[in-house]
């Protein structure tokens, strides 16, 4: 389902929410959380096209090559011809996002801000997380979190 179609905030006015999607579509394909072995927990798409369960599976993997032969990965990032992927690591959670190319802006606070929904995300559903709960529909409620904290971010890089 398109992130979209899940909510509206109410601390935004019509025309800052028409604003910020209109930032947002331009921009981000999608934002998904999951777990490091491959189980989606949380998906913030925009493009129904990406192919989250294939993608969060090829994450899985390159977590488990970087635990056994590099000592773990923080982040990476691949630069594809129609999409680049930002990836990072924490609290044994996955966040890629994925990004219309070349609309990646201020790396620096992107690192920052990933780290901020993984401990965001991490906190609000701790138990959830510690007893295997996988249904994405129990984190879903995460979505005006994530649209805050994207929201913040545009506000940083000035977009």
Known sequence: MVVFDRFRPSSLTEEAFARLKSIIKKT????????????????FTIDKTIKIDLISQFVA??????????????????KGVKVDVVIFF???LIISAFFHTSQIKGAD??????EIILDDFYNSFKEQLEKGRSN???????????LSIIQNYFKRIDF
Request: proline share 0%.
């Open 109 to 114: 606070y992107l690192s920052e801000e990933a």
């Open 28 to 43: 981000i394909i999608g934002i998904h959380i999951s777990r490091s072995g491959g189980d989606v927990l949380y998906s």
């Open 136 to 146: 994405q529909l129990i984190y879903e409620r995460f979505d005006n979190s994530m």
């Open 90 to 92: 924490k609290h044994q």
């Open 61 to 78: 993997a390159l977590s488990v090559f970087g635990d056994e032969m590099i000592g773990g990965i923080k982040q990476f990032i691949i």
